[in-house]
């Protein structure tokens, strides 16, 4: 089994940043199978849009979660680019991109998500997560 994750592009403008000037929105909306943890890599047809962006900012809306979950953004070597622990199921989240290494990484190639679950999240259970990207 494995979890049901919905891939779209929730959003998107014209923005005036120091790192680009269009923003890209995608919602990861997430229907648990009952496992601890969800893997999925960026589809294809999203990842053209979001190829040459910077991951600028993540936000995690638990839902009907019942457990603190790990959050991880991934290059196309598995390595965490994004790299996040003890989220809470109790409230919305926001992680600054250049969390984990201290500048805004890159989206190249390859964009993959982890999302793992201090124990199994129940059956059924929903989250949501929002990748912003400025290119």
């Not at 592009?9 to 680009?20: L, P, R």
């Not at 190249?108 to 059924?124: E, P, Q, R, S």
Request: hydrophobic share 45%.
């Amino acid at each position: 089994m494995a979890w049901t994750i919905t891939q779209t592009v929730d959003d998107g403008c014209s923005i005036k940043t120091a790192m680009g000037e269009k923003l890209i929105v995608v919602k990861l909306a997430c229907v648990v199978d009952g496992s601890s943890s969800g893997t999925v890599a960026i589809e294809s047809d999203i990842l053209r849009r979001i190829r040459g962006s910077w991951l600028y900012l993540v936000k995690l809306v638990p839902g009907t979660a019942d457990v603190d979950f790990d959050f991880d953004v991934l290059d196309k070597n598995g390595d965490a680019i994004l790299d996040t622990a003890d989220n809470t199921y109790a409230a919305t989240s926001f992680i600054t991109g250049s969390e984990t290494l201290g500048v805004f990484p890159p989206i190249i190639h390859y964009c993959g998500v982890v999302m793992d679950g201090a124990a199994d999240l129940t059956n059924a259970t929903t989250f949501d997560a929002y990748l912003y990207f400025t290119k």
